[in-house]
């Protein structure tokens, strides 16, 4: 396992290159369940999870070969249909094959996903999904089985509230999933007759997975709204499709720039993905200038104001965003709040800015109250989860001294190169093996 040590205080400069999403390449490796015809993605990120979907579609028979950023996927054997404990444990997006499975062969084993640190994370609605569909649904030695000889059947899905009660699902606790809606999608594109989705999620990552199944040749009306309807095909095709670009890993680097009162542009992002976070960052002092696919942000305030967010479905203020803006209020003048609304457990990097000399109170589960400080002093710190990890990372580029970031792991599940990244803006980080 392997740490990353940071001497903090270098001001960023230059660009940053922002990679494919891992949201949506993730689902997109899996629509290619979907034909079998081969499906070429351009722009997949270098990342532990994608490694790990891989592991699984090639666990069913499909050829994935990739060449850097392009990666060509063939289903036309596959021979497995269960996706097994050990893969989906580690990532709960392997969670996702179940609506391709099921859509294109009429089967499918998935083990459940279980919990993770962010909270239960259950997959109820993707259960709803397929059981609306047509399939009969068995929960076995903790593996969700699923059969539908004749395949599945277009249906009326709604991830709002509703009165439904199964021994899978309560539809009464419904809200909006990106999973779910991705699962949805890719289930019905080749179901019997029409489906409509009521309350499905916008994330700009479900928009690229429902254009690259149009590609495919689906036909899907509504992309972009919470309303989708779609009519079944009998196949699909092959295709060729860029994965769009990581809005989480832009802001990122967004709130890099600002925490190190540099200047960075980042390239190959267009602004409206995350336009919320650039306005937040507006909002605290921050200088952003936009151009059609690139992002130039640089912070001559200091220290800056502080802010009020709470996390909503897109397009408001992203979950995924919210650990790495508190690093940036723990050094603003005066009182900021951040409410997270997504998961129930996602404040485990408070305790670790904490340690470095961070003051955030939790007001209540779901609200931390910061107090900015003067300054950050470098710390050993603990890695917890994806986007935790990168707050301690910003923390660590502007604090006074070294920090170790421990675990990092759950970094390289998400960031692509993020080391090379930095150096190559000027930052004094480096990665080691952890007994170094
Ligand atoms: C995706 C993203 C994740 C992001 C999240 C919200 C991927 C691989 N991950 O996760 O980075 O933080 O969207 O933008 O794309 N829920 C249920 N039952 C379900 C499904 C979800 O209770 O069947 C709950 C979850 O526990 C969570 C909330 O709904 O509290 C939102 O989850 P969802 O939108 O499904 O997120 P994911 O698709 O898992």
Redesign the pocket.
Request: proline residues 6%.
């Given at each position: 396992m392997d740490k990353i040590e940071i001497v903090g205080g270098q001001k960023l400069q230059g660009s940053i290159r922002i990679s494919g999403a891992?949201?949506?390449a993730?689902?997109l490796m899996a629509c290619a369940l979907l034909t079998a015809e081969p499906v070429v993605l351009q722009d997949v990120p270098e990342l532990a999870?994608i490694r790990t979907m891989q592991k699984v579609l090639e666990h069913f028979g499909m050829k994935i070969t990739r060449n850097g950023t392009t990666m060509t996927l063939q289903a036309d054997n596959i021979t497995q249909f269960e996706a097994p404990y050990e893969l989906v444990s580690t990532?709960?997006?392997s969670?996702?094959v179940l609506g391709p499975l099921v859509g294109r062969f009429g089967q499918a084993r998935v083990s459940m996903p279980g919990g993770c640190a962010?909270?239960?994370?259950?997959?109820?609605?993707?259960?709803?999904v397929v059981h609306q569909l047509g399939a009969n649904i068995d929960m076995v030695g903790g593996y969700v089985e699923c059969q539908a000889k004749d395949g599945l059947k277009g249906a009326h899905l709604s991830f709002g509230p509703g009165t439904l009660v199964t021994p899978f699902?309560d539809t009464s606790?419904?809200?909006?999933?990106?999973?779910?809606?991705?699962n949805a999608l890719m289930a019905s594109v080749l179901a019997k007759g029409r489906t409509a989705i009521d309350y499905a999620?916008i994330?700009p990552?479900v928009t690229d997975l429902a254009n690259c199944l149009v590609s495919m040749g689906a036909k899907i009306s509504g992309i972009g709204t919470p309303h989708l309807v779609i009519e079944g095909v009998e196949r699909l095709h092959g295709t060729t499709y860029a994965v769009i670009s990581d809005r989480?890993e832009a802001a990122t680097y967004a709130i890099a720039a600002a925490i190190t009162q540099g200047q960075l542009t980042l390239t190959n992002i267009k602004a409206e993905l995350l336009q919320n976070v650039l306005d937040v960052l507006t909002s605290a002092g921050v200088n952003i200038q936009t151009a059609q696919d690139s992002i130039t942000v640089s912070n001559n305030i200091w220290p800056l104001k502080p802010v009020r967010v709470t996390t909503k479905?897109?397009p408001g203020f992203?979950?995924?965003d919210q650990a790495q803006l508190m690093a940036l209020m723990t050094l603003a003048a005066g009182e900021s709040s951040v409410t997270e609304t997504?998961?129930?457990n996602r404040f485990m990097h408070v305790p670790e800015l904490a340690r470095m000399g961070a003051h955030i109170q939790l007001k209540d589960k779901n609200t931390a109250v910061v107090k900015g400080v003067d300054h950050l002093i470098g710390a050993p710190v603990m890695a917890s989860d994806?986007?935790a990890s990168a707050a301690l990372i910003l923390a660590g580029l502007a604090a006074q001294g070294t920090t170790t970031v421990h675990r990092v792991y759950h970094l390289d599940r998400?960031y692509d190169n993020l080391v090379g990244k930095l150096q190559a803006c000027g930052a004094n980080i480096k990665r080691l093996p952890e007994n170094n």
């Open positions: 891992k949201n949506a993730l689902p999870d990532m709960r997006a969670f996702w962010i909270g239960v994370r259950a997959v109820d609605r993707h259960l709803y699902y606790t419904f809200k909006p999933s990106v999973g779910a809606t991705m999620a994330e990552e989480v479905e897109y992203p979950t995924d997504i998961y129930e994806l986007r998400g």
